[in-house]
């Protein structure tokens, strides 16, 4: 079904107006019908392993073998040869992977230090929700119950870890980062088809392929239009490395590698193509957003509610200021007027982008932005790990 609300209207009268520009081409919608198949396909390979691992000796075993497997710990011969059998088809170190470029594209997700979280959060995560579809296994395996809280915990622990120079290598914390998620997806689709009244034929298999390239996109352009919206501008290796590292992630993650955007330009084509095959946002979506919203409010940090309300109203600013309001109004977020401060920040940034005239002044920024967000982290962790 093709999006006639607020995805249609970012391409016809919103930021994706100047990225069709940039495209330099006209798009065929019906160009999209090609990847009708992805809504039904997903991770054969994750699913089989969570059968045999997961499934049988429990979810949180299986994640401590894993963790054993990776760190060379003692395994039974039976689920040991299940881990090299699943290993044995992902490439750890293919021959198209620049690990220099891949670095590059790691820092630039660190360099502007909590402007990128503010992306993540503020436009690519609430963005998101404004599609139906990809939105139902988060309510189906009760992640909105669960709150938002423990959701943006858990992406600013993963984004900490991946985008950590050196992290990605066989073995070490950022890939096993990786490879858990990708079993919690099979785990959380596998339980979902068991246990629930899911309507595959609209929304397709719980978190198949073309949604998780969706998830890929967030990841990229829409986080790059993001930055740039905040004022960083990235430079075109940076662009480059932001594209290789994460391909490499979404191959690790187990989307095709044919699927995976290798620039800007392929990435705005299949970005309008999801886009506009997504159903309108529904009550789950609403509801998923008002959570968020409420978010800052709910968590224990900072510690005075008259500061945790403020922290609301600087998140709804940035919601209007990167989404927009026909967005904001669809998926039903207050206006704000006292979080206007917040675009204090976009000031700073637009400095600080002045600031960097040699390589010596990015790797200064680099170091700079990933110990804001580790900071991020910790807090997360010790105010908000219980909830």
């Known amino acids: 079904m093709h999006n006639t609300s607020s995805f249609a209207h970012y391409w016809r009268e919103g930021i994706g107006v100047t990225l069709l520009a940039k495209l330099g081409k006209a798009l065929d919608l019906e160009q999209a019908e090609q990847h009708i198949p992805l809504f039904y396909q997903a991770d054969r390979e994750g699913d089989q392993l969570v059968t045999d691992v997961h499934l049988k000796f429990g979810f949180a075993a299986g994640n401590r073998m894993l963790a054993d497997y990776l760190g060379n710990r003692g395994l039974s011969q039976h689920v ?176 095709p590698l044919s699927l995976l955007p290798a620039n800007e330009a392929e990435a705005i084509e299949q970005l309008y193509y999801w886009t506009m095959t997504q159903r309108d946002g529904d009550e789950d979506s609403r509801n998923l957003a008002h959570a968020l919203q409420e978010e800052p409010v709910h968590a224990f940090y900072p510690k005075t509610a008259l500061m945790r309300k403020m922290m609301r109203e600087i998140h709804l600013f940035y919601n209007h200021y990167l989404l927009g309001d026909f967005s904001c109004e669809v998926l039903g977020l207050a206006k704000t007027t006292v979080g206007r401060l917040a675009m204090a920040n976009v000031w700073r940034n637009r400095r600080q982008e002045r600031a960097i005239q040699s390589e010596q002044d990015r790797v200064q920024f680099v170091k700079k932005g990933a110990a804001e967000q580790e900071h991020v982290r910790q807090i997360y962790q010790q105010y908000n790990k219980s909830t």
């Open 80 to 255: 040991r040869l299940i881990f090299d059998d699943f290993f044995a088809k992902i490439d750890v170190n293919p021959t198209w992977l620049d690990w220099d470029l891949l670095q590059v594209g790691q820092e630039l997700c660190q360099r502007p230090g909590l402007t990128s979280l503010i992306v993540l959060r503020d436009y690519c995560l609430m963005g998101g929700y404004e599609s139906a579809a990809i939105n139902k296994p988060l309510v189906y395996t009760g992640a909105l119950k669960k709150g938002a809280v423990k959701r943006l915990t858990d992406t600013v622990e993963f984004w900490v870890n991946i985008t950590k120079p050196g992290n990605l290598g066989f073995r070490e914390n950022g890939f096993q980062e990786i490879i858990l998620t990708r079993f919690i997806h099979s785990f959380s689709r596998i339980k979902i088809l068991e246990k629930t009244e899911w309507e595959t034929e609209k929304w397709g298999v719980p978190l198949n392929t073309w949604d998780m390239l969706a998830t890929h996109l967030g990841f990229t352009q829409v986080f790059l239009v993001g930055l740039r919206k905040m004022g960083i501008n990235p430079t075109a290796r940076e662009v480059a490395g932001l594209f290789h590292f994460w391909k490499y992630v979404g191959y690790l993650l187990g989307i």
